[in-house]
């Protein structure tokens, strides 16, 4: 999709929120998150192409799969978290955005394990 298409798409939902706010607060925020996954479903589906460029750059330098998969989740699960976190706090709870914002950082960590355990590992070898 056109990114002019997808800015359309947030300023009509910004200006709905907002004249929404004041009459409907109720229906204001469910507006919002709508329009947000919306956008996020709409970007989600054109990284189809990237992921694909990423695929062919990681078997012409002949590294492991895995490693880009991990990669990719990671993106992933960095951009869900931060949607999530946004959403909570537009929803007046900064307390819970942060704490799904933690729990987004552990999630990172726990995948990146194997890694960082990789690269810790190859250079020990490279110690004498």
């Known amino acids: 999709m ?13 200006v ?3 004249v ?14 709508l329009a947000g ?6 970007v989600v589906q054109n990284m189809d192409g990237v992921v694909q460029s990423l695929t062919g750059l990681a078997d012409a330098a ?3 799969h895995g490693f880009l998969t991990t990669v990719l989740r990671i993106i992933g699960i ?7 976190a ?8 900064g ?3 942060g704490k799904i914002e933690l729990a987004g950082k552990v999630g990172i960590i726990i995948l990146a394990m194997p890694i960082i355990t990789d690269v810790v590992e190859s250079l020990v070898h490279l110690l004498p």
């Open 37 to 42: 996954i919306v956008l996020l479903t709409l």
């Open 62 to 64: 002949k590294l492991d």
């Open 86 to 93: 946004q959403v909570a706090r537009d929803a007046g709870e």
């Open 2 to 14: 056109h990114i002019f298409q997808l800015v359309g798409i947030g300023m009509t939902a910004t």
């Open 78 to 84: 960095a951009y869900i978290v931060e949607f999530a």
């Open 20 to 33: 929404l706010r004041e009459h409907a607060p109720q229906f204001a925020m469910l507006v919002s998150i």
């Open 16 to 18: 709905l929120v907002s």
């Open 95 to 97: 307390s819970l955005a």
